[in-house]
């Protein structure tokens, strides 16, 4: 996070300022809540066309919340909440409709050569799928707003929009943003275009319920990701006007990073799950995590610590608690007491492993609700009407 200035460069979006901030913060104190720590601390600090969307908001004009996941593990991790939590944010924000996208066919088709025997089956993918809403869920959106679309289920409504794509894509674009190779499997190559289609409101028409002077191609779209998700959506700008639609707007996002240090993304692929924070893990198994393998900014002697403070910059504990703890006062506090010595690395990591466990507490909680009570998932995957409510 560091090398934000060179991830804007390289990505060609724009920087989210002070001005944004204010305009969202201002709408915030107007709905009696506050700016979230993501945006006040710049876990989210780049975008492309945020400015459409909130002047959009003040003249209360329609447009929806879009975001997904691409299963390959029964449980998401701590850094899968952070698009997942802005988006729920921005939902209670604007109250807009809401569309998570479940790309159950993507990580199969780009299992090809993996060792793991489960990913040769489609099945396993879809079952993830199933715990993984269950886990989206869990975040706290609202059922009225929100509609998860998955793949494999929901192709029939994707699919008018995909053939729409197809025809105004050419390979030399895919290939400029995703770089495929010739042995590639065709699943990989045309699996941009079903990411794509939901970022058209089009998409949903059946879904939107539109007064008569809306007509449903002027409503706007607002990604909320982590920048690796990026390119799909540059190739969707692209190709916007050719479908008669608004460029989707995005805000992004950096990493949350391994326990294992700021240099490593936290990922469901990563080698050693030790590095990972499942939403699925006990109080025990997180504090054992935390404790034995989260890097430390600290110094190697109590008298040194105490003499010198901690290297804040590359302590994970600090990392997670600047953006997910909810007071930013008390994170403030901790961090100076950190910095000077006051505070040990023990001390420090006994707070992060409270703060996660609260998170991870309140998530399981509702998740356990769905899994004695299954039919509440219909209230999210089922179609029906949403909602613009200005
Ligand atoms: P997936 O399943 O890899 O990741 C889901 C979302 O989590 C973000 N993410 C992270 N954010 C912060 N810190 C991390 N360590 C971290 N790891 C992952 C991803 O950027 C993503 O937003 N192709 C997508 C699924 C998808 C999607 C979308 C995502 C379909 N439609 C629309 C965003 C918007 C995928 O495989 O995400």
Same mark, same amino acid.
């Given at each position: 996070?560091?090398?934000?200035?060179?991830?804007?460069?390289?990505?060609?979006?724009?920087?989210?300022?002070? @001005?944004?901030?204010?305009?969202?913060?201002?709408?915030?104190?107007?709905?009696?809540?506050?700016?979230?720590?993501?945006? +006040?601390?710049?876990?989210?600090?780049?975008?492309?066309?945020?400015?459409?969307?909130?002047?959009?908001?003040?003249?209360?004009?329609?447009?929806?919340?879009? @975001?997904?996941?691409?299963?390959?593990?029964?449980?998401?991790?701590?850094?899968?909440?952070?698009?997942?939590?802005?988006?729920?944010?921005?939902?209670?924000?604007?109250?807009?409709?809401?569309?998570?996208?479940?790309?159950?066919?993507?990580? %199969?088709?780009?299992?090809?050569?993996?060792?793991?025997?489960? %990913?040769?089956?489609?099945?396993?993918?879809?079952?993830?799928?199933?715990? &993984?809403?269950?886990?989206?869920?869990?975040?706290?959106?609202?059922?009225?707003?929100?509609?998860?679309?998955?793949? @494999?289920?929901?192709?029939?409504?994707?699919?008018?929009?995909?053939?729409?794509?197809?025809?105004?894509?050419?390979?030399?674009?895919?290939?400029?943003?995703?770089?495929?190779?010739?042995?590639?499997?065709?699943?990989?190559?045309?699996?941009?275009?079903?990411? *794509?289609?939901?970022?058209?409101?089009? @998409?949903?028409?059946?879904?939107?319920?539109?007064?008569?002077?809306?007509?449903?191609?002027?409503?706007?779209?607002?990604?909320?990701?982590?920048?690796?998700?990026?390119?799909?959506?540059?190739?969707?700008?692209?190709?916007?006007?050719?479908?008669?639609?608004?460029?989707?707007?995005?805000?992004?996002?950096?990493?949350?990073?391994?326990?294992?240090?700021?240099?490593?993304?936290?990922? #469901? #692929?990563?080698?050693?799950?030790?590095?990972?924070?499942?939403?699925?893990?006990?109080?025990?198994?997180?504090?054992?995590?935390?404790?034995?393998?989260?890097?430390?900014?600290?110094?190697?002697?109590?008298?040194?610590?105490?003499?010198?403070?901690? &290297?804040?910059?590359?302590?994970?504990?600090?990392?997670?608690?600047?953006?997910?703890?909810?007071?930013?006062?008390?994170?403030?506090?901790?961090?100076? +007491?950190?910095?000077?010595?006051?505070?040990?690395?023990?001390?420090?990591?006994?707070?992060?492993?409270?703060?996660?466990?609260?998170?991870?507490?309140? *998530?399981?909680?509702?998740?356990?609700?769905?899994?004695?009570?299954?039919?509440?998932?219909?209230?999210?995957?089922?179609?029906? *009407?949403?909602?613009?409510?200005?």
């Amino acid at each position: 996070m560091n090398n934000k200035k060179e991830i804007l460069k390289e990505f060609g979006s724009k920087e989210i300022t002070q @001005t944004h901030l204010d305009r969202l913060e201002k709408i915030a104190i107007d709905k009696g809540m506050t700016l979230h720590p993501f945006l +006040k601390n710049g876990l989210f600090f780049s975008h492309r066309d945020l400015d459409p969307i909130l002047d959009y908001y003040e003249q209360k004009k329609p447009f929806y919340l879009y @975001t997904g996941r691409g299963p390959s593990s029964n449980s998401l991790h701590i850094g899968h909440l952070v698009p997942f939590m802005m988006t729920k944010y921005l939902q209670d924000l604007f109250q807009v409709p809401t569309i998570i996208q479940i790309t159950d066919d993507e990580k %199969y088709y780009q299992s090809q050569d993996h060792s793991i025997k489960d %990913y040769k089956n489609l099945k396993y993918f879809q079952d993830c799928a199933l715990e &993984n809403i269950k886990d989206i869920i869990s975040v706290g959106f609202n059922p009225d707003l929100t509609f998860i679309l998955q793949n @494999t289920k929901g192709i029939q409504l994707l699919y008018p929009t995909f053939i729409k794509i197809n025809k105004v894509i050419n390979l030399n674009q895919v290939l400029k943003v995703f770089g495929f190779d010739k042995d590639d499997n065709m699943g990989k190559v045309s699996f941009p275009t079903l990411q *794509i289609a939901p970022s058209f409101s089009q @998409t949903f028409e059946s879904l939107f319920d539109l007064s008569s002077e809306i007509k449903i191609k002027d409503i706007r779209c607002l990604i909320p990701c982590a920048i690796d998700q990026d390119p799909y959506f540059r190739l969707t700008r692209d190709i916007s006007s050719k479908l008669g639609s608004h460029k989707p707007s995005l805000i992004h996002s950096g990493f949350l990073s391994s326990l294992f240090g700021m240099n490593e993304k936290m990922s #469901s #692929s990563a080698l050693n799950p030790n590095s990972v924070i499942f939403l699925s893990d006990s109080p025990k198994t997180v504090k054992k995590k935390i404790n034995k393998y989260c890097f430390s900014g600290g110094q190697e002697t109590i008298e040194e610590h105490r003499l010198k403070g901690a &290297n804040v910059e590359v302590d994970i504990s600090c990392h997670y608690m600047k953006y997910l703890m909810e007071d930013n006062q008390k994170y403030l506090d901790l961090v100076r +007491k950190y910095q000077s010595g006051e505070l040990l690395t023990g001390e420090i990591k006994k707070e992060c492993i409270e703060m996660i466990n609260q998170i991870l507490e309140k *998530i399981q909680k509702k998740r356990k609700e769905l899994d004695d009570n299954p039919h509440k998932i219909l209230e999210f995957t089922q179609k029906k *009407i949403l909602k613009f409510t200005f």
